[in-house]
């Protein structure tokens, strides 16, 4: 289903196909949602388990690299009996466009998902043009 | 999977400037879970990054335990344009056989950094115990 330019959603499976497509060995790739709001463009990074501090967010013309390694999930003592998480840091590269002012970005990190607002610059901020 | 994004598409909503690979992940709705064992307690982990504690529910019920909940998308008022997509919003449950007896009354649950955590304390019956030899 598509509304509002929305893309459809494909199902994750877990296939060769899939792990070849990982550009570093020791990282996962986080699943993201861009979208656009009258100020700024927001990328919505799912992070879970990485701990706050660990995260970085660096800025370079053209590019936003986000990084974040996770914490350890479990004591030594523990036995692992069934395992469908990934222990692995996140690791994901954005291209910017010019459209963006990189001195004004915003991140926050809650419930595991990191939000960053890329401030737009005022030339493509949305105008009203009134009519006389 | 991961999903191929068409550049080529002439249609502005499926090409995306900020995007640098090929393929994309897509997140699936039902939350990835380990399980994990000790001496007194079994574990739960399930990955449910965006959820917020209201919005989970979790019930043990005939040696099943069930973990039910909804990701609910945030700031919708301000959205202008969804310009990609790969995280599911949708409701999830998962229901997983309880690994052992369980002492009902002690189990507990915490949620944070999108990783909720059930620890399942075993029973007196299960839990391992030395026999003296006289």
Redesign the interface.
Known sequence: MAKNGEVALVRRGNNALARRMEPLEDFVTPAADIYETAEAFVLSIDMPGVQKESISVQVEPGQLQVKGLIGQLYKETTNLVYSEIRKASFYRKFNIGSGIDSENIRANFENGVLSVALQKHESTKVREIPIK | ???RVNFDQPFT??V??????E??????SQP????????NQ??I?A??????KEDISISVENGWLTVKGERKA??TE???????????YEPFQRSIKL?HQVNVNQISAELQ???LKISLPKAEEVRPRTIEIK
Do not use: Q, W
Request: hydrophobic share 45%.
């Open positions: 999977m991961f999903v909503d499926l995306n400037e900020f995007l640098t690979e393929y994309v992940p897509a997140a699936s990835a879970v380990d399980v994990a064992e000790n001496e079994s574990i982990v990955e449910v990054p965006g959820v917020k945030v700031n301000d959205v202008k344009r969804v310009l990609h997509r790969e995280i599911a690994p950094d999108g990783i």
